[in-house]
């Protein structure tokens, strides 16, 4: 049997040419023969977290350049080894230059669609959107970040459906603790604080009409009422302390509260909210999650 030596090289100079590269060998894309395990669909393969600078529209007209978390996928049916793995970045890159909102999309889906020759796509966009939050009372203004992200999603009968997702932080100050401070104090004279603890509500609403983060994030304060400050001073604590008083919540309340108001939103056709109560009294969470429960719509 005859050995080949081969060389430890890179030889920076090598052309690839087109013969060249039509003997490489292509194994995602080769015979059902070359399955491994049951040939089945696959409701998702892709590439995720991949990033790049992406422009996304503000209510004033503005344009913003946020970071970009982005997640591509498309269904691979039954009979099929792979896809092409770079197509999903690379076609994606085609819309880098655009700006983006979840209407956009579809666009892109399609595009996914056709190139990799699947029946069904999916697309996140993540980043951390900056809004500018003026202080209660001192003037101050300082800018809050949103996790938030649009998602888009094309099935095999070419319904095209958009979905937006954010994180909002927020104050629950407990009722009960706080009537319980306050039987201490009625009755023993016994100084007391009642517990509060920073709070998220995670939440995915579908969208039948457009809406910015602005939209969105404005709709939960309205709801909680105690979102969670960026610049403080001691007026704008003091603030803040009677607004957790005024507005007290149990888990159950929040999840609620957001209920309430996006179901008024004509823009929205279905929701799923999480909160999460990050307990200062317990060492363990308070979570509530609620749908709004339409006919094939988000669980």
């Known amino acids: 049997m005859i050995s080949t030596k081969l060389k430890r090289y890179y030889d920076p100079t090598f052309t690839v040419s087109d013969a060249y590269k039509e003997s490489l060998p292509d194994l995602q894309n080769g015979p059902a023969s070359l399955i491994e395990g049951a040939n089945v669909p696959i409701q998702q393969v892709g590439i995720s977290d991949f990033k790049l600078p992406l422009k996304y529209p ?10 970009t978390s982005v997640g591509g996928y498309v269904g691979l049916e039954a009979g099929k080894k792979g896809i092409n793995m770079s197509r999903i970045i690379r076609r994606f890159y085609d819309f ?39 202080s209660l009372r ?10 938030a992200a649009i ?45 509060s603890q920073r709070s998220v509500a995670s939440m995915t609403v579908e969208l039948d009409d457009s809406m910015f983060v602005e939209n969105l994030v404005q709709h939960c304060r ?38 309430e108001q996006l179901n008024e939103q004509k823009e929205i056709l279905d929701f799923v909210i999480r ?23 988000l669980r």
């Open 151 to 195: 998602e888009g999603t094309l099935s095999a009968n070419g319904e095209f459906r958009k979905f937006m997702h954010l994180d909002f932080e927020y104050s629950s100050a407990c009722p009960c603790s706080y009537e319980l401070s306050e039987h201490a104090r009625d009755s023993r004279g016994v100084a007391s604080i009642p517990h």
């Open 96 to 134: 880098k230059d655009e700006v983006f909102h979840p209407d956009m999309l579809e666009e892109v889906l399609k595009t996914y669609v056709e190139e990799l020759d699947s029946q069904s796509a999916y697309i996140k966009l993540s980043f951390n959107y900056p809004i500018l939050q003026e």
């Open 222 to 259: 309205e709801a909680l009422m105690t979102e969670t400050q960026v610049m403080v001073k001691r007026e704008d604590e003091q603030a803040f302390a009677e607004m957790n008083g005024a507005f007290q919540k149990f888990v159950e309340d929040a999840a609620r509260l957001i209920y």
């Open 138 to 147: 001192s003037g101050l203004e300082g800018y809050q970040y949103y996790e």
């Open 58 to 67: 503000r209510p004033d007209g503005e344009i913003i350049t946020l970071e």
């Open 275 to 297: 909160c999460v109560h990050m307990e200062s009294l317990h060492s363990h969470d308070a979570v509530s999650r609620i749908c709004k429960g339409v006919s094939n719509g």
